[in-house]
């Protein structure tokens, strides 16, 4: 059975003055009632509640059947269901969406009167086929089971309930399409848009005779009484509209709500309605066989005068009509009187209370729904209904003891109610000494403290969170303090209830730091080491893990180091960037962040790096993780060392590893070439301060993994003047096996290495630049003589030694130069002729 309301959705009303017995009305335009009767039409002007004047009159070529206004630009969508005859054999049947097609009945689309070209812009689609069989126990009259009422509500897209924006008639978009219908004794709404799906299903407590749907009400008249329904049309557009609709972050009363009467209201002989903005338009008809004639009795002694009523047939059958106009009240006005009649559910803490405000909150999104209709002031009066009927649900879910407990959340968020505000909404009154916090409180409050929602609560609100935590889900406490939102909390009251924890259900390492927190804040530096030594340095990384906002914060929108992190810089930077990276491989953080935490955190700008961010990444190549972009991570770390040994700038911390460190740990620093060591040595002048981040630039690029065709455009800066840049240099080069171009620049720059480089590096394939590049290089420079003379001569003669070992004898004379010297060549052809016999 649908539950009444006795509640007064319909204001004042007014007669329509017809000349005319109505036949036909319907509402339409701005503010116009047109009615019908006969031939002749008459239209009113209909204007809020002032009264309803006529504007003119017209007739027609013949006897008005059907009455509809269509808005110019707007075109009309007709629907044509057809039923078979009842037969008593057949079963009740449903057909939704494509497979209504297969009941039969066949539809034919005309093209009367319009153009051939317009014909392939429309088709017919199936919807819906129902088929009802009367229960025969109750030998009803076929009257009554004939369908009345179809109609269609198509509802538009309305962009943001709570914009202000207004779109114009031209902007409308289809969003959601429904569908009623009825039997005289129950009614059915569908949903038709994506798919078929029936919405509410209304059960008449006498027989209707017609009624309307409308965004926010189900109309229905009996023979004496006005009936008004909610409907569910709102909370299904809302989900077509609004994806965000049932998360944490919105809701909306479930569409399978039961539906409910607002009120049935007495008026007498109804035969017709139709419904035009807020109005309901009536037609009245006595029967001519109940009109009452008054008449005088007459005058006895001591008696007063009394009249009687009694029934009369007239000779020539006549009827009482009136065409009434009843004007339902503003949406705001009904929902004030849905809220207050809601109160008295209250304190007894049933669902009914949150099924009135469910509805009062579906009329208030319905009214929205339509804001091409309002004005401005009438917009804004109904957001903040809105937002107040999603306070009202939040209070609801938040207090009463229900399965959805956890719809507090989304309500109170579109409420817009800080979280200060609805905790000043809390009775924290406790009368036995015993409070008892709903889950719906608890959900909201602790999913709000895990947000950054950049506001603070009071010393006091924040003593009560704790307190209320302790109670009801006093494993959430330290997560609980550690929230940006907690910031004024005592730390000494925090401490105390830290304290009383039963450690044995949750991590006792969380506890441990989140008391050292604490301490930190009140300046007890003693405790707080006391605290830290609790616990080996793993598993103080694990209780960062377990809650981030230890180490960091946002707060509108920005990474902010905690105090806690400031401390851990100073006193341990290894387990803050241990703990960072622990952060980061349980995606706790993202590598951005973690950097941006790093600059603030060393008070750097955004184009200046501290060590202990290069510490972090360097951390991170040690740990090889899979998510890692890897040459993005290179290309950081080269940049770097390339800047500061460009720039002949030492780091402004001590590094946490060496080069030495890195290659014994991380398989993407490889072995720096024995060569390099050579090349370096060679320059006593360099600078030793920055000989660690050179060994780890090089070490990459002597690495498996690293990419060096990305790093040569940003090789510039580190001149190759310096040993530093040549080796650098020619590690990237020889990298690209460009050997010969390697070569050149080591017998220019420093020969005395460019034989332990071709030792390395000329192999297997690349054997014979021994005599086809490097031989005749150093013939050349020698001829030229200078003051690295005797370089070229020590190099070429270890060039002659692996060249006769490797080449035949013809073979070998052919590389040798031929304006050379004998004697020179001798021992090495020599040896070249006798390798055979030797071997």
Known sequence: MVQLYNLHPFGSQQVVPCKLEPEQFCGGGRDALFVAAGCKVEAFAVSGQELCRPRCAFSTLGRVLRLAYSEAGISNETLQIESDD???????????????????????????????????????????????????????????????????????????????????????????????????????????????????????????????????????????????????????????????????????????????????????????????????????????????????????????????????????????????????????????????????????????????????????????????????????????????????????????????????????????????????????????????????????????????????????????????????????????????????????????????LDTSGLSSVLVTLTKAAMALKMGDLDMHRNEMKSHSEMKLVCGFILEPRLLIQQRKGQVVPTEFAVHLKETQPGLLVASVLGLQKNNKIAIEEADSFFKVLCGKDEDTIPQLLVDFWEALLVACLPDVVLQELFFKLTSQYIWRLSKKQPPDTIPLRTSEDLINTCSHYGLINPWVNVLLSSDSLEDKNFMDDLSKLQSLICGPSFDIASIIPFLEPLSEDTVAGLSVHVLCYTRLKEYELCIDRLLERCPEAVIPYANHELKEENRTLWWKKLLPELCQRIKRGGEKYQLYLSSLKETLSVVAVELELRDFLNVLPEDGTAAFFLPYLLYCSRKKSLT
């Open 86 to 500: 009842f037969v008593i054999c057949q079963k009740p049947m449903e057909l939704l969406g494509e497979k209504s097609e297969q009941s039969g009945i066949s539809v034919t689309l005309e093209s009367t009167g319009l153009a051939d070209e317009k014909i392939k812009y429309f088709h017919v689609q199936h919807l819906l086929y129902r088929r009802f069989a009367p229960d025969i126990s109750s030998y009803v009259l076929s009257d009554d089971i004939k369908l009345h009422s179809l109609q269609l509500l198509p509802i538009y897209q309305t962009g943001s309930l709570t914009s202000d924006t207004k779109s114009s008639s031209q902007e409308k978009e289809l969003l959601s399409l429904f569908c009623f219908f009825s039997l005289p004794h129950v009614g059915y709404l569908y949903m038709v848009v994506k798919s078929v799906e029936l919405m509410s299903v209304y059960q008449y407590p006498e027989k209707s005779q017609q009624a309307v749907l409308t965004p926010q009400f189900l109309h229905v008249i009996t023979s004496n009484y006005l009936q008004c329904y909610t409907v569910r049309c709102s909370a299904a557009a809302a989900r077509e509209e609004d994806p965000y609709v049932d998360t944490t972050l919105k809701a909306c009363p479930p569409v399978s709500m039961d539906v409910c009467a607002l009120r049935i209201q007495l008026f007498i002989g109804l035969k017709a309605i139709c419904h035009f903005k807020n109005h309901v338009i009536l037609l009245t008809k006595a029967d001519p066989e109940t009109i009452p004639e008054r008449k005088e009795s007459p005058k006895r002694l001591g008696s007063k005068k009394v009249t009687s009523v009694t029934l009369r047939t007239p000779p020539v059958a006549e009827a009482g009509w009136n065409l009434y106009i009843v004007n339902t009240i503003s949406s705001v006005q009904l929902y004030k009187e849905m809220v207050d009649y809601s109160n008295t559910y209250k304190t007894a803490k049933t669902q009914s209370c949150i099924h009135l405000l469910s509805e009062a909150h579906l009329l208030v999104r319905a009214a929205l729904m339509e804001a091409c209709q309002l004005e401005p002031g009438e917009k804004a009066e109904l957001i903040e209904a809105f937002k107040d009927s999603c306070a009202h649900l939040g209070d609801c879910y938040s207090r009463l003891d229900t399965q959805h407990s956890h719809l507090a959340l989304p309500y109170y968020k579109m409420s817009g109610l800080s979280m200060a505000e609805v905790l000043a909404r809390v009775d924290w009154a406790v009368e036995d000494g015993s409070q008892k916090y709903e889950r719906g409180l608890i959900f909201y409050i602790n999913h709000s403290l895990y947000e950054n929602l950049d506001e603070e609560l009071s010393e006091e609100l924040a003593a009560k969170v704790v307190q209320m935590f302790h109670v009801a889900e006093p494993k959430q406490l330290p997560h609980i303090l550690c929230s940006p939102s907690m910031k004024n909390i005592d730390p000494l009251t925090a401490i105390s209830y830290l304290r009383k």
